[in-house]
């Protein structure tokens, strides 16, 4: 037997020498892809595991006949063999070759659409690099940042969606240039910043409304484009030369904040980016542009660009519900827009019942329903030069209720300028609560598990994975047990992930610690009962302290398992799934015998998973269902050197 599966092993190697070859060759035509042995699915996508045991897509490698049968359009996997996406690796869409890319597809130049799932947080640098077919793309609100070159070259884009409440602050260099068909772009509110050449030679685009949390617009941001009218906002603190480069086609230019700010921020001193320009190099000033020698922007304000922009307000609790006697928060944010000398010399009125007890601003009990801005200007720390204001109420409600709170901002002639108001749901006092109990993810897979907290027993829920899952809180005892399912198989060792430091021996069988104030995953690794122990170990031994202390046995586990699953795969009927549990392997095995009735007495209706389990049984393949004191069910998993006994023995018959 130990002879048969040496051998078995060594013509595994063989195989695998020639997956370089064999696997890869037909690509190398259409671009350099990843051999490295990073983890493959649906025969599309590359992918590697993060060490939070999220995924990254190392590389789309799918042929233009996938893509056909796709309609051109990909969809990302949310998730790969159980591992969330969270990153879109570099240039792993890249189209055509380049010295920053190491791998490329040029397939990838004919994809039309692409779907990002909502998991996705991170686009790295060119990701979708020169994917010249690609017209629509939307970007999930949870993407946090898209690198350099991430859309750069996407000739045919003319649809970019942000979506929901974005979360990306930066647009970074280069990101959108030379995207030649995009023709305007709604950028979501939380940019602060736009980069050197972020839409650069993006020579369609006509109009753009820059948001109203920007505060600078770096040099050729906009260079070479088509812009007819750019509106700025009041946080604006500078725009650098050549920013909306040559030629400037630019007719009308909007600012959200006042006459005295626009010529502050337009005097504002800045760098030249040579040390040679004027003036030119300057923040923004204006519309009418002509060259000097030196490259940079001479430009002056034309005063009929500036509108007026009306003042808007929002006021928002932090939650839906509150409780009698506790504070309410009422966040107040005001956009003043050209409205400020009104607001200045106006008032702030606020509309509630009996309801409330009282309503403080920092601190101080506003017992009026009305004030002149000038007395709230210090509490809310507003001056001429503001470009916003913001503040927040306390207001406490002593009845039980659902309320609205108003709040108006009126002119000097008692006129509204703004106003909006609040929903407050105000419920019953609760009792006082105990802090809850923090609680951790324990998954065991491949093995049994008891968990007690003092005298509390703990259960685990089986997931629709076969894993045990549980909530655990620290320092609550926890054991671990692998039971053989037959005599070909002997546990190994344990292979563990946590965030914190455990101190346990891997060989132990039951494995027996106090749960870490953190998430820990353990799994059973099964060896052929038929090697014996003064043998080489398959996976060694391996102390796990963190993450990192995993790496070694899990490579060793993985190269274990793709020898095993390729004889399977060798060895079975093309087709065959390889078996997972004592039902699976027992269809097999009957099923390929040509169904034999089994001698034992069945019922009528006896299902053919029964008659193949009684049939194994008879022949020695499998262990009877009790068995010197232990019990099998059909669904007991069994580990492929097991599968490859029962089905080596079956041939046998």
Known sequence: MKKRFVSLLVVVCMLLTLFPVSAFADNAKSGEFHTDGIKTQDGNFVYSVNDDDTATLVQYIGSEDVLAANNYEVDIPAEFDG?????????????????????????????????????????????????????SVNIPENVEKIEWWGFANCTGLNDITFEGNSKITTIEMECFSNCSSLERIDLPEGITDIRWGAFENCTSLMNVVIPSNTERIYRKAFYNCALGTVTFPASLKGIEVAAFGRPISLTKVYYAGTADQWNALVSAPFVPLDGKTDGTSKNFTGINYKEDSHGGNNEQLRQDGLVIIPCKMDVTTSKSDYLVNTPVDVNIAIAPGTDMNKILNGSVAFTYGDEVEKVELNGKELTEKEYTVQKLAQMMKLTSRSSDIKATLNVTYKKTGSYTFGIAVNDSNDETICNA????????????????????????????????????EIKAEKNDKGELIAKVPEKADVTVTYTSQSDAVAFDQWTITTDETLDVDVKNNPLKFQMPAGGVTIEAMTKDASIEEDEPNILGTTAVVGTAAVGTAILAWQGYQLSTELYLKTALPAGTAIPTNRAELALLVWNHAGKPAPAAVLPADATDTQKAIAWAVENDLLKAAKDNGETYVDTDSVSRVEVIRVWNKAQEK
Do not use: M, R
Request: net charge neutral; hydrophobic share 35%; proline share 2%.
């Open 83 to 135: 591992h969330s996406l969270s990153k879109i690796g570099q240039a792993a869409f890249a189209a055509e070759y380049h010295s920053n890319f190491k791998y490329w597809n040029a397939t990838c130049g004919k994809i039309q659409k692409v779907k990002i799932p909502e998991s996705v947080t991170y686009i790295c640098s060119g990701a979708f690099y020169h994917c010249e077919s690609l017209k």
């Open 421 to 456: 108001d609040a929903k407050v749901v105000v419920g019953e006092e609760a009792a006082e609560l105990t802090p809850a109990t923090k609680l951790y993810t324990l998954t065991v897979k491949n093995a049994d598990v008891t968990i007690k907290n003092g005298d509390e």
